[in-house]
């Protein structure tokens, strides 16, 4: 079975300052780790993905994530927050043996960014 | 181009009555997936169509939850003697190609906006 922890329910930061969103998964074989951003009444945005490769991934919006295979985690980070950057951020996780191809979301995550 | 739509955007219902909740793929997409977001918590995943089949109904939390997808396209979400525990936002994805084996398994999945239904 797949699964995805976000220890923090909630993370603070000030504007300009850098910012980590937590991510740890369970795969039995190799992931595919995904992060996703939710706007109130939104739908999921996609913001950036890891598949193989590079461990630093850059994405959407200035977002970048790093895999760390020893760590099991993909944590979510930007250098300068903004406030248009509050929402409510979901890792996700594919299991390459995983026949239903279906993602497992973790808890989530709401990221306030205050000025 | 147009991106994955739900209708309707919200729907209020009263306990015992039937619901449908319909979703329009991104145009092309083979696979749609049908996640619950509930008050508070993560994504719950339901069910996933590959073309009109559907590999796995693994999610479905009872045998008043169906899905169906017609045309390999258009979803509908069907929930039978709506409870008050099934209020929630309902989401539809779709994703550009076949799931299994690469390249489609390395897809993201596209949201639709979601449907909040409130059972009273």
Redesign the interface.
Known sequence: AQSVAQPEDQVNVAEGNPLTVKCTYSVSGNP?L?W?VQYP??????LL?Y?TGDNLVKGSYGFEAEFNKSQTSFHLKKPSALVSDSALY?C?V?D?NN??????????TRLMVKP | GAG?SQSPSNKVTEKGKDVELRCDPISGHT?L?W?RQSLG???E?LI?FQGNSA??K??LPSDRFSAERTGGSVSTLTIQRTQQEDSAVY?C?SSPAP??GPP???N???????TRLTVL
């Open positions: 595919y995904f996703y009444n939104r739908g999921l945005q996609f993905k598949i979901f996700a594919r390459h026949a239903g191809n279906m993602l497992t979301f973790g808890g989530g | 994955v696979a997936y996640y918590q993560g994504l995943f996933y590999p796995d693994s999610g989401l994805a799931p299994s489609g398994i390395y993201e999945q596209f949201f639709g906006p979601g």
